[in-house]
């Protein structure tokens, strides 16, 4: 009897850490979408950009980050945002992956970055878009790519 309700118990405690193994993959798969979906986006608001606003270079802050893939410019999301004819769902969901920090993609005005946010995006000569994730919730804070955080 005794055996039966430890192996019932074993089971139950099995079945509850698998389903909150599925809810984690879940919630980090929705996450990391939403990543890539925002990373798409602004690789195609960078270009839209230099293209709308006559300009061979891409819009940013002239600071810079060095991460795992080298040094890089940051993006001026205000710029992009007052420049690009998106849908406003679409500028609305950029400016909202910004991370608020120092050295961000509002630092020169006049929009304003999300507090809650963790990402700073990036770009090259070439138009290619990365990202830094800032903060302590970050898995890494010197590497391009979704860091199991969102926004």
Do not use: R
């Amino acid at each position: 009897m005794v055996k039966k309700v430890v192996l019932t118990l074993l089971g139950i405690i099995v079945v509850a850490a698998v389903i909150f193994s599925i809810g984690m993959c879940a919630f980090t798969d929705k996450g990391s979408a939403s990543y890539t979906d925002i990373k798409k986006s602004m690789g195609v608001a960078v270009p839209a950009y230099a293209l709308q606003a006559h300009s061979a270079s891409p819009p940013t802050t002239g600071e810079t980050v060095t991460i795992d893939k080298g040094t890089f410019d940051i993006i001026d999301i205000c710029k992009i945002v007052d420049t690009v004819s998106f849908e406003p769902e679409v500028l609305d969901a950029l400016l909202l992956s910004c991370a608020d920090t120092t050295h961000d993609n509002c630092e020169l005005g006049p929009c304003s970055c999300n507090t809650n946010a963790h990402y700073v995006w990036l770009v090259d000569d070439e138009l290619n878009v990365y990202s830094t994730c800032v903060g302590s919730d970050c898995a890494d804070n010197n590497e391009d790519g979704y860091q199991g955080v969102w926004p």
